[in-house]
C-alpha cells in the first residue's frame, strides 16, 4: 500500500471510517509491515482500540470465557458451530460445551489450538 493511499490519521468518528480504518489495517498486514509501515500501522491500531472503546466493541477481559473467545474465533472466520464437531466430538458434546453446561478436557484445548489457532491462554479462562 502506498503512502498516498492509506487512510489520513485522525480520530474516528463514524462506523464507515472505523470499517475503512480495519480495511487499511489488513492491507498492510497483507503486504508485510515494513518499516515505514510500521509507525503507521501502530498509530492507526490505537485509534482503531480508542473508538472500539468508546463504543462498547472492546471486551471485557474479566467477562470473557474460553466459550465466548471459540465463539468469536468461529464468528470471525465464517465458521458454523457444527465445524467444532471434528474438534471437540459429537454434536450433543459440542452444543452442551457451547451452551456451557460441559468444560474443556484438556484434549479438546489442544485440539482447539492446533485446529482454529486459538492461543492456549484465551482456552484456559473460567
Request: aromatic residues 6%; without cysteine; charged residues 35%.
Amino acid at each position: 500500500m502506498d503512502i498516498h493511499e492509506r487512510p489520513r490519521l485522525k480520530i474516528i468518528e463514524s462506523d464507515k471510517e472505523y470499517q475503512e480504518a480495519l480495511e487499511a489495517i489488513k492491507d498492510l498486514m497483507d503486504l508485510g509491515i515494513s518499516d515505514e509501515n510500521e509507525d503507521y500501522m501502530e498509530v492507526l491500531s490505537l485509534v482503531i482500540e480508542k473508538y472500539e472503546e468508546e463504543k462498547g466493541y472492546k471486551l471485557d477481559d474479566e467477562k470473557v470465557d474460553a466459550i465466548d473467545m471459540i465463539a468469536y474465533y468461529l464468528s470471525e472466520q465464517g465458521l458454523p458451530q457444527k465445524s467444532l464437531i471434528p474438534i471437540l466430538g459429537p454434536a450433543s458434546r459440542v452444543s452442551e460445551i457451547m451452551n456451557k453446561k460441559r468444560k474443556l478436557s484438556l484434549s479438546q484445548i489442544e485440539n482447539l489450538h492446533s485446529h482454529l489457532n486459538i492461543p492456549y491462554e484465551l482456552l484456559m479462562k473460567r
